[in-house]
């Protein structure tokens, strides 16, 4: 995080109620040996975890600045454990640790704390493994966990937590987080944070990278221009292929390290031999990779796909009243011809389609390059229109 950081607190956009919530927690009100974190994608729930962690650890429940907190913030308090997974799922060996660590007592005077960023993929092993601790907690342990929704996590495990509730926070709570802690420009901070729709990773790299901002551009320049079966085909895989680039971008390094420690664990740079049980632990962990690369790219389509959304939505607003602040403000002139060729039922159900296509690849597997296809012949201007 950022050096302007003055309290906790502050890495939290738009999270009011919340942060009163936290606030009185760290105070000793309303203390629970069990919290859930819940919040869209991008609200914060990570953050948040380790705020209150911090606040926890803090002789003044969440300064900032001290050796604590700074400690936590940076990840290495002895006593603050966090499972953070690249993975699609939890594994109960994973658990199994930190229900170990959760048995100790503090060794500072404070608490033990335990977070699950992603509590929505333990396994129902792993799930397990961890409800015995909650159910039996030690008297110093607090566990963390995080989910887009209580529904994603087991009914058992819920029901002992206390809830906590984030929201999507508004454009200008994200616009004023960009310019206060980023020290982004105001118009470059407003831009990120309309395109974002209340993603704050999202909008902090909008605003800090100029390749995905020009990305975004690309896709949200479409729609005007898919006068006919051609520049659907075209504009299908022109995000198939970007989806793909910027999924192996992030992948690859990830990839590498992990081979990296897994040759080191079985000693084979240094050694120069291959064990029998480095085969099957290679082939294991390429078939993990496989599935995460195969998750990112379907991860930026689906991105992709909302900022698409956007666009008809801006449409439909646009036709109805023409001085509402637009997510596109910067496309107003191509939204206006859009506006002159398209109905807003069409826009309508242009929108359906988008949201077709992602379950096509989402729940059912349909390979993203043709959902993407199908999806963009929907989407086409009617015949013979000039916008
Ligand atoms: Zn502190």
Not at 235 to 260: P, S
């Amino acid at each position: 995080m950022n050096t302007a950081v003055a309290s906790v607190w502050d890495t939290l956009v738009g999270q009011g109620a919340v942060i009163d919530t936290l606030r009185q927690v760290a105070a000793g009100q309303g203390m629970s040996h069990a919290f859930l974190f819940v919040g869209p994608p991008g609200s914060g729930r990570s953050n948040a975890a380790v705020a209150l962690a911090a606040a926890l650890q803090c002789e003044r429940q969440g300064c900032g600045t001290c050796h604590s907190c700074k400690t936590v913030l940076g990840g290495s308090h002895a006593d603050v454990s966090v499972v953070r997974t690249q993975k699609l799922s939890i594994g109960v060996d994973e658990v199994r640790e930190l229900v170990r660590n959760a048995a100790l007592a503090p060794a500072g005077n404070r608490w033990q704390v335990l977070i699950v960023e992603d509590a929505d993929r333990l396994t129902d092993q792993a799930c397990n493994a961890l409800l015995k601790s909650i159910e039996e907690p030690s008297a110093r342990t607090v566990w963390i966990l995080c989910a887009p929704t209580v529904e994603d996590v087991l009914q058992t495990i819920r029901s002992r937590c206390r809830l906590v509730s984030l929201a999507t926070p508004s454009t200008a709570d994200v616009a004023g987080f960009l310019a206060r802690v980023d020290g982004v420009p105001e118009q470059l901070a407003s831009y990120a944070a309309r395109a974002s729709q209340g993603h704050i990773g999202r909008a902090r790299a909008l605003a800090r990278d100029e390749a995905t901002r020009s990305r975004r551009t690309q896709v949200v320049g479409w729609p005007v221009r898919l006068t006919g079966l051609g520049p659907s085909m075209t504009a299908a895989a022109e995000i198939h292929a970007m989806a793909t680039e910027e999924a192996e971008a992030i992948t690859q390094e990830l990839d590498a390290r992990e081979k990296a420690d897994l040759d080191a664990s079985f000693g084979v740079v240094e050694r120069g031999r291959r064990p029998r049980e480095y085969a099957p632990a290679l082939s294991a962990l390429e078939k993990g990779q496989r599935t995460r690369a195969k998750r990112r790219v379907l991860d930026v389509v689906d991105r992709c796909l909302m900022d698409l959304v956007s666009v008809y939505r801006d449409a439909i607003v646009l036709a109805a009243d023409a001085r509402v602040e637009l997510v596109n403000e910067e496309l107003r002139g191509d939204l206006a011809r859009l506006v002159r060729v398209t109905s807003p039922e069409s826009n309508l159900a242009r929108i359906e389609a988008i949201f077709t296509a992602r379950e096509q690849m989402l729940e059912f597997n349909v390979p993203a390059a043709l959902a993407l296809e199908s999806m963009m012949v929907s989407l086409r201007l009617p015949e013979g229109s000039r916008p």
